[in-house]
């Protein structure tokens, strides 16, 4: 498996039983299509912390982390070498890396 520059794939950083806990969790999300300049995408977001302004390029306020996942950003953040961070900190980066690579296929699931 070839990896893009600057992602790390940890085999084992979740358990079976806290893969199926943080799917449990990211199921109760409400997604919706990623807009940009009011055309909407086929990718569907859920943003914590901040989240785009319809029509901007700006971020405005959006609901913190969900608590269930707390556990998991400071275990990103742990494996990055540093503390979480608010909102668009580096724990949420490492997040959105992992999640951008099983989106591609790039890294499997544990099955």
Do not use: K
């Not at 358990?15 to 807009?35: G, I, K, N, Q, S």
């Amino acid at each position: 498996m070839t990896l893009p520059e600057g992602l790390t794939y940890m085999p084992g950083f979740l358990t079976d039983a806290e893969e199926c806990a943080v799917l449990a969790v990211l199921a109760t999300f409400e997604l919706h299509p990623y807009v940009l300049r009011d055309t909407p995408s086929w990718r569907l977001v859920r943003s914590f912390g901040l989240a785009q302004v319809a029509d901007a390029y700006d971020a405005g306020p959006a609901a913190p982390i969900p608590a269930e996942l707390e556990w998991l950003r400071e275990r990103c953040a742990a494996l990055m070498g540093c503390e979480p961070r608010g909102a668009g900190g580096s724990a949420r980066d490492a997040l959105t890396r992992i999640s951008a690579q099983e989106d591609r296929g790039d890294v499997q699931a544990n099955s």
